[in-house]
């Protein structure tokens, strides 16, 4: 018995013992982070707690299929079947889910793979089918944007 009252009484000055020394924590420094650029903000007071590159411009690619995902998910059409056109494949650059003219896939499986493997070929296939074009789907993104205070 004497035992694990001596023990406890070591955990309890352990952990005083632990908690007096604060420890400096880097883990967000430059040569830890492998992005070009970001950027942490503390939620609470809007406070820039870390930035690397923050003042260099790209495109908002991540962003904007967020953005179709996000549409995709309100129109509540999830389960509808889109027959992918070689017309929702063009122009679709970079990294791809090798949809091909032909293909049937649900809407929320589209949505899946524009998320998951950052597939272009599916946001454009998501534009297409909400909004019959590109520049049609953007217009309605750019309305949601304002709407919820990206813009």
């Given at each position: 018995?004497?035992?694990?009252?001596?023990?406890?009484?070591?955990?309890?000055?352990?952990?005083?013992?632990?908690?007096?020394?604060?420890?400096?924590?880097n883990a967000l420094n430059a040569e830890n982070?492998?992005?070009?650029?970001?950027?942490?903000?503390?939620?609470?007071?809007?406070?820039?707690?870390?930035?690397?590159?923050?003042?260099?411009?790209?495109?908002?690619?991540?962003?904007?299929?967020?953005?179709?995902?996000?549409?995709?998910?309100?129109?509540?059409?999830?389960?509808?079947?889109?027959?992918?056109?070689?017309?929702?494949?063009?122009?679709?650059?970079?990294?791809?889910?090798?949809?091909?003219?032909?293909?049937?896939?649900?809407?929320?499986?589209?949505?899946?793979?524009?998320?998951?493997?950052?597939?272009?070929?599916?946001?454009?296939?998501?534009?297409?089918?909400?909004?019959?074009?590109?520049?049609a789907f953007c217009n309605r993104m750019n309305?949601?944007?304002?709407?919820?205070?990206?813009?």
């Amino acid at each position: 018995m004497w035992v694990i009252i001596l023990f406890k009484r070591f955990l309890y000055f352990l952990t005083v013992f632990i908690l007096l020394f604060p420890v400096k924590v880097n883990a967000l420094n430059a040569e830890n982070i492998s992005a070009e650029c970001c950027v942490v903000i503390d939620y609470v007071t809007n406070r820039v707690l870390f930035e690397k590159n923050s003042d260099l411009r790209h495109s908002m690619a991540s962003t904007t299929k967020i953005m179709t995902c996000l549409l995709a998910c309100e129109s509540k059409r999830l389960d509808d079947v889109v027959t992918v056109s070689g017309e929702m494949l063009k122009n679709a650059d970079g990294t791809s889910l090798y949809l091909k003219a032909g293909d049937k896939l649900l809407l929320r499986d589209l949505v899946k793979g524009a998320m998951l493997e950052s597939g272009n070929d599916a946001a454009n296939a998501i534009a297409f089918f909400l909004d019959g074009s590109v520049d049609a789907f953007c217009n309605r993104m750019n309305k949601k944007a304002k709407i919820i205070g990206c813009i």
